[in-house]
């Protein structure tokens, strides 16, 4: 099965509003009474679920709303410098899986820079033997 869209879903960017997505959840849920659900320092991110009705999402939109003409009373914090999407990529060397059940050995995590990890790491790895 591949990746659908839910439209149910809502993830909103309000970085256009010179706020983050932490504060906008906190000002929505103080001033509103409407909980997003998760937000991040750029989005804030809900869902419509078989418990709304027309009355709470005509009551999510208008908080939208008011949350952007009143923006201005919210204390600006600087953005984040977040990284490019691109440079968060990671190489594959090897697939998960002959990793996974590969010859394999643990060593401190001190000691694992630049080996392929054969599963999560913890307290020590097991890496992939050399």
């Not at 906008?24 to 001033?31: G, K, P, T, Y």
């Amino acid at each position: 099965m591949g990746a659908q869209l839910d439209p149910l879903r809502l993830t909103i960017d309000v970085r256009g509003l010179g706020i983050s997505g932490y504060q906008a959840a906190e000002w929505l849920r103080a001033v509103s009474h409407v909980d997003m659900g998760s937000a991040d320092q750029c989005h804030l991110g809900g869902q419509v679920s078989y418990a709304d009705d027309d009355d709470t999402e005509q009551r999510l939109v208008e908080s939208l709303r008011r949350l952007v003409d009143e923006r201005g009373s919210i204390e600006s914090q600087p953005q984040a410098d977040l990284p490019e999407p691109r440079t968060l990529e990671l190489e594959n060397v090897m697939l998960p899986g002959d990793a996974f059940f590969g010859r394999t050995e643990q060593v401190p995590t001190d000691q694992a820079t630049g080996r392929i990890a054969a599963d999560p790491t913890m307290k020590s790895v097991r890496v992939v033997a050399e």
